[in-house]
Nanobody
Framework: QVHLVESGGGLVQVGGSLRLSCAAS????????MGWYRQAPGNQRELVAVITDGGFTDYVDFVKGRFTISRDNAKNTVFLQMNSLKPEDTAVYYC?????????????WGQGTQVTVSS
């Protein structure tokens, strides 16, 4: 079992920055990919960015050039640096982690952290 705890959300003005953190605990040895998703009211949860255990990153188009995902494997922590924030970035941001054990993939979620961008 893996437990994820996010932090760093809050209220920020348009053009501002926030840095989200997600700390993993429990059975972290098998964690491979970690990522961030977000869900705005009335919308489905959507992928924002992902990073593999080898450091490969991928972003959805609407955050490219503005958001940066990184991870500290020694501390089992993943970060999301968000710059040039827009009102449409307002959402609950969720941390996600995947573990591969004996050919099966297990997926874990954090409780979410609210990001609100005011215009």
């Amino acid at each position: 079992q893996v437990h994820l705890v996010e932090s760093g959300g809050g209220l920020v003005q348009v053009g501002g920055s926030l840095r989200l953190s997600c700390a993993a605990s429990g059975n972290t040895l098998k964690i491979s990919d970690m990522g961030w998703y977000r869900q705005a009211p009335g919308n489905q949860r959507e992928l924002v960015a992902v990073i593999t255990d080898g450091g490969f990153t991928d972003y959805v188009d609407f955050v490219k050039g503005r958001f940066t995902i990184s991870r500290d494997n020694a501390k089992n922590t993943v970060f999301l640096q968000m710059n040039s924030l827009k009102p449409e970035d307002t959402a609950v941001y969720y941390c996600n982690a995947k573990s591969r054990i004996l050919g099966s993939i297990y997926e874990y979620w954090g409780q979410g952290t609210q990001v609100t961008v005011s215009s």
